[in-house]
């Protein structure tokens, strides 16, 4: 078992355990001192742990309630946190009760938000199902929902009280799941540690699992040492968007579907890196991508993309901000006008 203290505004702490699924309601009963539980989640994870946290949670003298929806991207909607709303005021959750998000991205997103915004702020765990929600979006406090102009575009920042992560459960994952979270993990690799880079080259997508300990907690710690810098997302944290400008883009291209947050990271990538970047880094960084069955590139035109960067929100007025690694585990913010980044990515 592995605790990793996340010092933010609400210092709190990441654990990393095989089997702490199924034991959760120990962890929660440590950080609250409510016995009343909201259960959030979507209708793939019901059927393969709701059983078993709602267990651990009653068995530690919870009571507990639970709210599922359909699984994938369009679930992170307006419509949807309503829906929530509606759920956790059937419930009767006040302010001094818990909501656990269950699941992957979507699920801890779109229940952090209801969480951060419900009552003005009712205290939430994550507990991460996915590679992609342990080692990226369950840590930092980012909340959000989509909305038709862009993903992510409303949301605010609210830090879990505590996140579990068990490496078991991602033994249920779909290749193509596992798939989408080593996008981000590959990105943590560029962005700030070569010798996790060097690591991934040496394993591929069939092979991980005997390294995902290790690769949880290490971007988990690198997003630590991130976040407690630039809790608000002003600086620094900006780096952990390496890949993100124009894969939120090519998400929003495919409409949100079949296509992956962790494809759209992965392709990112290599598109700017391809562009800005050494050949030989960008070769070092498409081989690594190829290993994850991750793309390294896309056929849709540029022009095409660009509307959808214009809207993204690391946009700042009439300029935006895009990340490069020149060298493997270091990431250097740069800051161009529209029109000049649009130059670049046609060039």
Same mark, same amino acid.
């Given at each position: 078992?592995?605790?990793?203290?996340?010092?933010?505004?609400?210092?709190? !702490?990441? +654990?990393?355990?095989?089997?702490?699924?199924?034991?959760?309601?120990? =962890?929660?009963?440590?950080?609250?001192?409510?016995?009343?539980?909201?259960?959030?989640?979507?209708?793939?994870?019901?059927?393969?742990? @709701?059983?078993?946290?709602?267990?651990?949670?009653?068995?530690? $003298?919870?009571?507990?309630?639970?709210?599922?929806?359909?699984?994938?991207?369009?679930?992170?909607?307006?419509?949807?946190?309503?829906?929530? =709303?509606?759920?956790?005021?059937?419930?009767?959750?006040?302010?001094?009760?818990?909501?656990?998000?269950?699941? $992957?991205?979507?699920? /801890?997103?779109? *229940? /952090?938000?209801?969480?951060?915004?419900?009552?003005?702020?009712?205290?939430?765990?994550?507990?991460?199902?996915?590679?992609?929600?342990?080692?990226?979006?369950?840590?930092?406090?980012?909340?959000?929902?989509?909305?038709? /102009?862009?993903?992510?575009?409303?949301?605010?920042?609210?830090?879990?009280?505590? %996140?579990?992560?068990?490496? !078991?459960?991602?033994?249920?994952?779909?290749?193509?799941?596992?798939? !989408?979270?080593?996008?981000?993990?590959?990105?943590?690799?560029?962005?700030?540690?070569?010798?996790?880079?060097?690591?991934?080259?040496?394993?591929?997508?069939?092979?991980?699992?005997?390294?995902?300990?290790?690769?949880?907690?290490?971007?988990?710690?690198?997003?630590? %040492?991130? +976040?407690?810098?630039?809790?608000? !997302?002003?600086?620094?944290?900006?780096?952990?968007?390496?890949?993100?400008? @124009?894969?939120?883009?090519?998400?929003?291209?495919?409409?949100?579907?079949?296509?992956?947050?962790?494809?759209?990271?992965?392709?990112?990538?290599?598109?700017?890196?391809?562009?800005?970047?050494?050949?030989?880094?960008?070769?070092?960084?498409?081989?690594?991508?190829?290993?994850?069955?991750?793309?390294?590139?896309?056929?849709?035109?540029?022009?095409? @993309?660009?509307?959808?960067?214009?809207?993204?929100?690391?946009?700042?007025?009439? *300029?935006?901000?895009?990340?490069?690694?020149?060298?493997?585990?270091?990431?250097?913010? +740069?800051? %161009?006008?529209?029109?000049?980044?649009?130059?670049?990515?046609? /060039?």
């Amino acid at each position: 078992m592995k605790r990793i203290r996340i010092n933010t505004t609400q210092p709190y !702490d990441v +654990v990393i355990e095989r089997g702490s699924l199924k034991k959760c309601g120990e =962890y929660v009963a440590s950080i609250t001192s409510s016995r009343t539980a909201a259960i959030i989640t979507d209708d793939v994870v019901e059927k393969l742990y @709701l059983g078993d946290v709602r267990r651990s949670l009653e068995e530690n $003298g919870f009571k507990c309630t639970s709210y599922v929806f359909p699984n994938g991207e369009q679930s992170k909607s307006i419509e949807n946190l309503s829906k929530i =709303y509606d759920f956790l005021c059937e419930s009767e959750i006040t302010r001094s009760d818990i909501i656990i998000a269950l699941g $992957g991205g979507v699920v /801890g997103d779109i *229940s /952090g938000f209801a969480a951060a915004s419900y009552l003005r702020g009712v205290d939430y765990v994550q507990i991460p199902t996915t590679l992609l929600a342990q080692v990226d979006s369950s840590v930092g406090g980012k909340t959000a929902i989509d909305i038709p /102009g862009g993903k992510n575009l409303v949301g605010a920042f609210k830090q879990p009280s505590i %996140v579990i992560s068990d490496s !078991d459960t991602l033994k249920t994952l779909p290749p193509e799941t596992l798939a !989408d979270g080593m996008g981000e993990v590959i990105k943590y690799g560029m962005i700030r540690d070569e010798a996790l880079f060097e690591l991934l080259e040496k394993y591929d997508l069939e092979t991980c699992d005997n390294i995902m300990d290790e690769i949880v907690a290490n971007c988990v710690d690198i997003k630590r %040492v991130v +976040v407690e810098h630039d809790t608000l !997302d002003k600086g620094e944290r900006m780096i952990l968007n390496f890949g993100h400008t @124009l894969g939120h883009a090519l998400e929003g291209w495919h409409h949100y579907t079949g296509y992956t947050h962790g494809m759209g990271v992965a392709a990112g990538m290599c598109i700017i890196t391809e562009k800005l970047a050494s050949p030989e880094i960008a070769e070092r960084l498409k081989s690594c991508v190829q290993r994850y069955k991750l793309p390294t590139g896309t056929d849709i035109p540029m022009s095409e @993309l660009l509307p959808f960067c214009s809207k993204d929100k690391k946009r700042e007025s009439g *300029s935006i901000n895009y990340i490069i690694c020149k060298t493997i585990g270091n990431a250097e913010i +740069v800051k %161009v006008a529209v029109p000049e980044f649009a130059r670049l990515m046609e /060039g």
